[in-house]
């Protein structure tokens, strides 16, 4: 077990209110957090930590990322060994817990091996929270054979493999089973066209009403729910009226689209840096006309989709769905999503409403006792300027599960 740790002298982020709290201790032992109060009784053999004023945190939460995604060329990573995947998908998550981000929910490719070499030690890296491969029709959105490719399959048995191809309602309940039982705790269905995909474009609704449903049932079934890759309008209204609960982009959303998803509960996952880091790379990396004209077409909408889902009441979570180099501008995010959201909903974004959407509210997102112990200390204060959690330089601690991975106090 970790050596308990009192932390005091700080400014403790209460991300329900939004506010700041003074004059509070925070005891961590083990994994969790144990107490929270103004005066706390520690265990002799605690270590004391005085952060001198710095903001006290709950770690963040991507909620749509890629680890397998190593490289941009989403080809070299299906082709890859999966033993070479699995070690630079290692990486990937190594990189993302030193920004700040404790957990990470994989929308495509990451597996139950993974999960299991975070929990074991192995991988010095956030939690991760699986679906297991995304689930796509023939041409769809995960299917990157180009049109002369008539080879069966994606290669799916492979880790660096984002996607399953399955047609028809029993290929779909086959599939989601197998999703399932490999460890998924959620389904997700590429439901819409996308940038990346060479055969689809964004306007194009994939599956029938049919198969959606059938993979709502089946999730539903195992106490879990659907997330569906969605742009348009009415790939998204269509995917709420079947049950879909997380809805991944949602950039050409219309405020009437968005006040049903609300009232079904739904939750968003806007992930504009995608876009702005294509729009900014894209000549450098190779992309085609074509390319950047789909990726105008979401850069554009994603900004005003804020402030419509925003209005509708619909909640947000932090996404960024960053491939391969790209990656480096993992801190954009946090700027865009300033020009709709006031910092304190961007931090809810990023932790509340990410631990909903991970299946473990009251455990992430929160400082209170009996929550899990992911922790960040931050030299600055998010609620006035978010950009100080940009900047990796600003985190003085960082903590998963009560275990330390960054530490500037051990050393000062």
Not at 96 to 122: C, S, Y
């Given at each position: 077990?970790?050596?308990?740790?009192?932390?005091?002298?700080?400014?403790?982020?209460d991300t329900e209110a939004g506010a700041l709290r003074d004059n509070l201790q925070v005891l961590v032992v083990g994994k969790r957090i144990v107490a929270v109060g103004e005066s706390i009784e520690a265990p002799s053999q605690a270590r004391r930590v005085e952060l001198n004023g710095a903001t006290l945190m709950p770690g963040l939460i991507d909620c749509h990322v890629h680890v397998v995604a190593e490289s941009l060329d989403l080809w070299s990573n299906m082709v890859a060994p999966s033993s070479l995947a699995g070690l630079r998908s290692a990486r990937v998550m190594?990189?993302?817990?030193?920004?700040?981000?404790?957990?990470?929910?994989?929308?495509?490719?990451?597996?139950?091996?993974?999960?299991?070499?975070?929990?074991?030690?192995?991988i010095d890296g956030p939690r991760l929270v699986i679906c297991g491969k995304g689930l796509t029709t023939t041409g769809g959105h995960a299917d990157l054979r180009p049109r002369t490719d008539a080879r069966p399959g994606m290669m799916s048995d492979r880790l660096g493999s984002m996607g399953l191809i399955a047609d028809g309602v029993d290929e779909v309940r086959a599939a989601c089973r197998t999703m399932?039982?490999?460890?998924?705790?959620?389904?997700?269905?590429?439901?819409?066209?996308?940038?990346?995909?060479?055969?689809?474009?964004?306007?194009?609704?994939?599956?029938?009403?049919?198969?959606?449903a059938a993979m709502v049932e089946e999730a539903e079934n195992a106490g879990l729910?659907?997330?569906?890759?969605?742009?348009?309008?009415?790939?998204?209204?269509?995917?709420?009226?079947?049950?879909?609960h997380s809805l991944e982009h949602c950039n050409l959303i219309t405020r009437e689209t968005a006040e049903m998803a609300a009232k079904r509960g739904c939750i968003?996952?806007?992930?504009?840096?995608?876009?702005?880091?294509?729009?900014?790379?894209?000549?450098?990396?190779?992309?085609?006309?074509?390319?950047?004209?789909?990726?105008?077409?979401?850069?554009?909408?994603?900004?005003?989709?804020?402030?419509?889902?925003?209005?509708?009441?619909?909640?947000?979570?932090?996404?960024?769905?960053?491939?391969?180099?790209?990656?480096?501008?993992?801190?954009?995010?946090?700027?865009?999503?300033?020009?709709?959201?006031?910092?304190?909903?961007?931090?809810?974004?990023?932790?509340?409403?990410?631990?909903?959407?991970?299946?473990?509210?009251?455990?992430?997102?929160?400082?209170s006792p009996g929550a899990l112990a992911d922790l960040l200390v931050v030299n600055g204060d998010p609620l006035s300027d978010i950009g100080v959690l940009g900047k990796p330089e600003n985190l003085a601690l960082i903590m998963r599960d009560g275990a330390v991975f960054k530490d500037d106090f051990a050393t000062a």
């Open positions: 077990m970790n050596q308990p740790i009192l932390l005091t002298g700080g400014r403790v982020l190594e990189e993302a817990l030193q920004r700040g981000f404790t957990t990470l929910r994989d929308l495509g490719g990451a597996d139950h091996g993974l999960v299991r070499g975070v929990e074991e030690g192995l399932i039982k490999e460890g998924a705790r959620f389904i997700k269905v590429m439901a819409n066209g996308g940038v990346s995909s060479p055969n689809d474009p964004i306007h194009s609704i994939q599956y029938s009403r049919d198969e959606i729910y659907v997330s569906a890759h969605v742009y348009t309008d009415a790939a998204i209204r269509r995917c709420v009226e079947l049950g879909v968003a996952v806007p992930t504009l840096v995608a876009y702005e880091a294509l729009w900014l790379e894209g000549q450098a990396l190779g992309l085609g006309e074509a390319e950047f004209a789909k990726i105008d077409t979401v850069r554009q909408g994603g900004l005003a989709s804020l402030a419509i889902m925003r209005d509708a009441g619909l909640p947000m979570a932090f996404g960024s769905d960053l491939l391969g180099q790209l990656r480096a501008y993992h801190a954009r995010e946090f700027g865009l999503l300033a020009e709709a959201l006031t910092p304190a909903e961007i931090i809810q974004s990023a932790t509340l409403i990410g631990a909903r959407l991970c299946g473990m509210a009251g455990e992430l997102g929160t400082i």
